[in-house]
């Protein structure tokens, strides 16, 4: 047997007779099973695919906003509680002082970050490159567009 082991393992007299001893312990040798990446390594991969598949394909919810006529339309059409003027502004793809924080959280969702002056005066929502700024009383009274938020971050950046 030993000499078998040696022949078909390629193994030194005195390591064949270990190995036997180990098997007598541990039980019949089995193969070694070929393991993939593994739950991690699985997963790790969905995200990385998920993330680069999100960066080719990206645009912001403004620009979503700006860019998709049909969606601005079929909005204006659903929400006929609106003012006619507000629909109009929707569907021309306008924000408007006025329109109140329950309609921006319908068009655009809910905002990454808020403020919420000392005063309680003015409260800003912020997405991720644009934001609102509405009045005590939940109207919008200023649009921070993306072209907006690039100049205070390039005048930052000059400090």
């Known amino acids: 047997a030993i000499g078998r082991l040696k022949k078909i393992k390629g193994l030194p007299a005195e390591m064949s007779r270990d190995c036997r001893r180990a098997r007598s312990k541990i039980g019949p040798m089995t193969k070694a099973r070929i393991r993939g990446p ?16 999100c960066g080719c394909a990206h645009y912001s919810a403004y620009e979503n ?4 006529k049909k969606l601005r339309l079929e909005f204006a059409k659903k929400h ?30 809910d905002p990454d970050e808020t403020y919420l002056s000392e005063t ?36 930052k950046n000059r400090r």
Not at 65 to 68: K, P
Not at 89 to 109: C, H, S, T, W, Y
Not at 136 to 141: D, K, M, T, Y
């Open 120 to 155: 309680g005066m003015f409260e800003m929502w912020y997405y991720e490159n644009f934001a609102f700024g509405f009045d005590s009383e939940g109207f919008v009274i200023k649009v921070f567009t993306p072209e907006d938020m690039k100049i205070k971050k390039e005048k």
């Open 38 to 53: 593994g739950r991690m390594g699985k997963v790790m991969g969905m995200v990385a695919t998920f993330l680069i598949l």
């Open 65 to 68: 906003f700006q860019n998709d």
């Open 80 to 109: 006929s509680e609106l003012s006619p003027e507000v629909r109009q502004a929707i569907v021309e793809g306008k924000i408007l002082p006025g329109m109140d924080q329950n309609l921006i959280r319908m068009l655009f969702g």
